[in-house]
């Protein structure tokens, strides 16, 4: 949508409306539980608004690296996500059929890295 709000701000919107308005109300603990549960949900969608293309951008970049393959960018978003699970799923073949490429251990760490920085960037601060 080319408008404002856009929709990190309506992420935001949302999640700030929960804690500032519905939370500190909720006398029910399976209700506040929820609630939190749903804010987490939020930030999470938040921070992946954020930086989703250019964490794929640099997931491509490794992956065409590592099978040698070309690493164009594709134009749009869901092709960019589309040649992401391509690349994958060629890795996970070759791994399956015993053909490991060199670096594949270090690459590999740093895409569970980089998805750590939107699902849970706080589990990566213990170990930094």
Do not use: C
Request: aromatic share 4%; hydrophobic share 40%.
């Amino acid at each position: 949508m080319q408008d404002r709000p856009s929709a990190d701000e309506l992420v935001r919107a949302v999640r700030e409306f929960l804690e500032a308005e519905i939370l500190p109300d909720l006398d029910d603990p399976r209700a506040r539980f929820r609630t939190r549960v749903a804010m987490n949900a939020l930030n999470i969608l938040e921070r992946e608004l954020e930086q989703e293309e250019t964490l794929l951008r640099e997931e491509l970049a490794r992956l065409a690296a590592l099978l040698g393959e070309d690493p164009a960018t594709p134009d749009s978003l869901e092709k960019l996500k589309a040649r992401v699970i391509e690349l994958n799923r060629d890795l996970a073949q070759s791994i399956r059929q015993g053909e490991v490429p060199e670096g594949t251990l270090e690459r590999l760490k740093q895409t569970v890295t980089d998805k750590l920085k939107v699902a849970s960037p706080r589990y990566l601060e213990r170990y930094e």
